[in-house]
């Protein structure tokens, strides 16, 4: 069966960290791109940060840019999203997807631009408290 199963999520205060985990099950990632996303109550989903497999492109949000990292552990079935000096603006729920390489892109990360990727986990909450 085909998964993306995505953990880590919880609450923390300003300024505090979190590690969001995305672990796919039933296929390999090598040939795709895996993006995080996320949502916030009452808006649209919009791209974080995301990761070309094949040659380690990464493209993320202006306003997460020196404070989240996305990376893939040496096994390769699981891309994290390290997330540093988190902001009460940075709830939302976060979302692990894959897609073709393609689709990370610059115009994947800019807000407003709805994500149209095929496979999709199921979301983990990030709350930040001010």
């Known amino acids: 069966q085909l998964q993306l199963v995505e953990s880590g999520g919880g609450s923390v205060q300003s300024g505090g960290s979190l590690t969001l985990s995305c672990t796919a099950s039933?296929?390999?990632?090598?040939?795709?791109?895996i993006g995080w996303f996320r949502q916030a109550p009452g808006k649209e989903r919009e791209g974080v940060s995301c990761?070309?497999?094949?040659?380690?492109?990464?493209y993320s949000a202006a306003s997460v840019k020196g404070r989240f990292t996305i990376s893939r552990d040496s096994a390769g079935a699981t891309v994290y999203l390290q997330m540093r000096n988190l902001k009460p603006e940075d709830t939302a729920v976060y979302f692990c997807?894959?897609?073709?390489?393609?689709?990370?892109?610059?115009?994947?990360?800019?807000?407003?631009?709805?994500?149209?990727?095929?496979?999709w986990g199921q979301g983990t909450q990030v709350t930040v408290s001010s």
């Open positions: 997807a894959v897609d073709n390489p393609f689709n990370c892109r610059p115009q994947t990360v800019v807000p407003g631009i709805p994500p149209e990727w095929d496979f």
């Open positions: 039933g296929f390999t990632l090598d040939y795709y791109a």
């Open positions: 990761l070309v497999i094949s040659d380690g492109t990464t």
